[in-house]
């Protein structure tokens, strides 16, 4: 079992008129254990309200991908993996941002960011959120939404891993191995989800998934590029000003 990937951030228009850099960020890869190969995922917001919430997300996105890939190694799979295991990978996530605003002088919330996170393999896959953003998987024919954008207390809010009570909103779902993963941050949320039925749009993720699976397979620096582009287009950027992340997978059989 294989996986082709790729993952792309790009800075949206409420940023680039201030003259700010992107806050969101993103790791994608995969691990092989004998003839099984893993997919790691990774998404983060930072809070637009913050100082360095970009740079959290960034830190957040490295320490847990690496963990997630020592984890596997580790196990020899994801089936030994339980949810503990899963909220030390936030933890550690979150002891590092903490560790780098001490270093800086600054306090936690100003590193604020969500997490969204996958592993799969043949033998099944974890996904697991703090705050909004989605996660969405497939087989082609029908997405489901693994976890709802979960929203804060007030209007235009959410949680975040640098939050108190960061483990209180931490979601985690153990599941069969998809056939296609997405895991995106809010700014797409409202392009590619139905709030009102509470689905995922099929018709903006198969032609995506489908140009993954038919790209060559040493492609992924040239799709990435092709990610980036069609996030900015001018279609999609006029539905939303907010920094845009997608990660995409589909499972390659052999």
């Not at 190694?73 to 550690?92: F, H, N, R, S, Y």
């Not at 582009?229 to 997978?249: G, P, Q, W, Y």
Request: with cysteine; glycine share 12%.
């Amino acid at each position: 079992m294989r996986w082709k990937y790729s993952c792309a951030s790009v800075t949206g228009r409420a940023h680039t008129g201030r003259g700010e850099d992107g806050q969101d960020a993103c790791r994608a890869g995969t691990v092989r254990i004998s003839d099984n190969e893993f997919f790691i995922g990774i998404a983060a917001d930072g809070a637009g309200s913050t100082t360095d919430g970009g740079r959290g997300a960034d830190i957040a996105c490295g320490t847990l991908y690496t963990k997630i890939a020592e984890s596997v190694q580790e196990a020899g799979g994801l089936p030994g993996i339980t949810d503990e295991a899963v909220k030390g990978w936030i933890t550690a996530a979150r002891e590092a941002v903490s560790a780098e605003a001490g270093e800086n002088g600054k306090r936690l919330r100003e590193y604020a960011c969500t997490i969204l996170g996958s592993v799969a393999g043949k033998e099944g896959a974890i996904f697991f959120q703090v705050g909004d953003g989605a996660i969405v998987t497939g087989t082609g024919a029908e997405y489901q939404t693994i976890f709802w954008p979960e929203q804060g207390e007030y209007a235009n809010t959410t949680y975040f891993i640098t939050d108190d009570q960061y483990l209180d909103h931490l979601h985690i779902l153990h599941e069969d191995s998809p056939d296609q993963i997405a895991l995106f941050t809010d700014g797409l949320q409202n392009l590619v989800l139905s709030f009102a039925l509470k689905k995922a749009h099929a018709g903006f993720f198969l032609p995506l998934f489908s140009a993954l699976q038919e790209h060559p397979e040493n492609g992924f620096s040239e799709f990435s590029a092709r990610l980036e582009e069609f996030l900015s287009r001018e279609d999609i950027s006029t539905r939303s000003d907010d920094d845009k992340t997608l990660v995409l997978a589909v499972r390659i059989p052999g």
